[in-house]
């Protein structure tokens, strides 16, 4: 069973910075698109951004131009920068492959926001 291992989340006043890191055990590069979910309690967890090995990049309005993707296909990992954070991007943050296929989901990282 793949693991994924999500890393990076925090405690952060709104307007901050975080950087998410998941590096799975089975090389991402085999599959041609990763990506961000998240899931804020009392919510469907959401697809936030997702990238291809091209490096074709795909947002959520929510986060469109505050939360680059991008993957390290050498050091088998997949990062999200948050910047500008807000309020409402509090939740816990996940990696997966997209769309989901095989692999469970992992723990994931909680990325808290206070005003």
Not at 28 to 38: C, D, L, P, S
Not at 56 to 62: G, I, K, L, Q, V
Request: net charge positive; charged share 15%; hydrophobic share 30%.
């Amino acid at each position: 069973q793949v693991q994924l291992v999500e890393s990076g989340g925090g405690l952060v006043q709104a307007g901050g910075s975080l950087r998410l890191s998941c590096a799975p055990s089975e090389s991402i590069r085999i599959y041609n698109a990763m990506g961000w979910y998240r899931q804020a309690p009392g919510k469907q967890r959401e697809l936030v951004a997702s990238i291809t090995n091209g490096g074709r990049t795909n947002y959520a309005d929510s986060v469109k131009g505050r939360f680059p993707i991008s993957r390290d296909n050498a050091k088998n990992t997949l990062y999200l920068q948050m910047n500008s954070l807000k309020p409402e991007d509090t939740a816990v943050y996940y990696c997966n492959t997209h769309p989901v296929v095989s692999w469970a989901w992992g723990q994931g990282t909680q990325v808290t926001v206070s005003s």
